[in-house]
């Protein structure tokens, strides 16, 4: 008399090593799939990138800056929802192009700052002694990535 499954005599051991192999895989798979469900409900909300631009004769770049960065760019950072903000600078014949990006937890958020119409620009007071024309509008872009190095 022997004392084998009836299934492992049918069908041999190799075939027993298979299932145990496949069922394996499986629970991996399994596993894997709820973990990354859970990495994304974990994962953070997307970013909203407010990005304005603005040029100035070169001879008043750096007092503009210091005007932009005093004027705007603290009184936005301090505000609720808001993530940060970058200054960029460029100057080529006579003049200096700003971009400013600042980032947003919503769109909502931005309201603060812009008001209800936030695709249109919110000048600060001395924009019109600064700059060489007054844009009517900003973009927005979702961040879909951030890979900045720490």
């Avoid at 990005?51 to 005007?67: D, I, M, N, S």
């Avoid at 004027?71 to 200096?96: D, H, W, Y």
Wanted: hydrophobic content about 40%; aromatic content about 10%.
């Amino acid at each position: 008399m022997s004392f084998e499954p009836r299934h492992l005599r049918q069908f041999g051991y190799r075939a027993a090593l298979c299932l145990s192999i496949l069922i394996c895989c499986l629970a991996v798979v399994f596993i894997q799939r709820a973990s990354n469900n859970t990495a994304k409900a974990d994962s953070p909300k997307v970013a909203i990138a407010r990005v304005w631009h603005g040029r100035t004769p070169a001879a008043k770049a750096e007092e503009y800056l210091q005007y932009l960065t005093d004027s705007g760019i603290k009184k936005m950072e301090a505000l609720p929802g808001n993530l940060g903000c970058q200054i960029f600078r460029r100057t080529e014949n006579g003049v200096t192009e700003f971009t400013v990006i600042s980032y947003w937890e919503s769109r909502e958020s931005i309201k603060q700052w812009a008001g209800a119409e936030i695709e249109k620009t919110r000048y600060l007071d001395k924009d019109k002694e600064y700059l060489l024309e007054l844009e009517p509008t900003v973009k927005h872009f979702e961040v879909v990535l951030n890979d900045w190095k720490k």
